[in-house]
């Protein structure tokens, strides 16, 4: 099973900036979509950006666009999401995963891989 390893999270301040890693080993990931979501306390986990692997492709939740910018190193086998100008909603628990074939924005259709999850809490 490929494995996938989040990192990058942590606490800022409104308008501040973060920067989140996922880690794949196992394999690459030439063939699949990768993306990011999140789920906050309470509420249903929902995906926020994604990316094909292949053509760099993205897609970002209206809720995110001009904010976030997803991206891949085909060398490191590593997604990132760019967090720029965050704000208090966007506090949640961060996933990275994985599916094969095209982007799908039902979470339930990633049924590939999952990482841990890394926290982002941003203070008003």
């Known amino acids: 099973q490929v494995q996938l390893v989040e990192s990058g999270g942590g606490l800022v301040q409104a308008g501040g900036s973060l920067r989140l890693s996922c880690a794949a080993s196992g394999r690459a990931f030439s063939t699949y979509a990768m993306g990011w979501f999140r789920q906050a306390p309470g509420k249903e986990r929902e995906i926020v950006a994604a990316?094909?692997?292949?053509?760099?492709?993205?897609y970002y939740a209206e809720s995110v666009k001009g904010r976030f910018t997803i991206s891949r190193d085909n060398a490191k086998n590593t997604v990132y999401l760019q967090m720029n100008n965050l704000k208090p909603e966007d506090t949640a628990v961060y996933y990275c995963a994985a599916r094969l074939g095209p982007i799908r924005t039902d979470q339930a259709r990633w049924d590939g891989s999952w990482g841990q999850g890394t926290q982002v809490t941003v203070s008003s």
């Open positions: 990316i094909r692997w292949s053509s760099g492709e993205p």
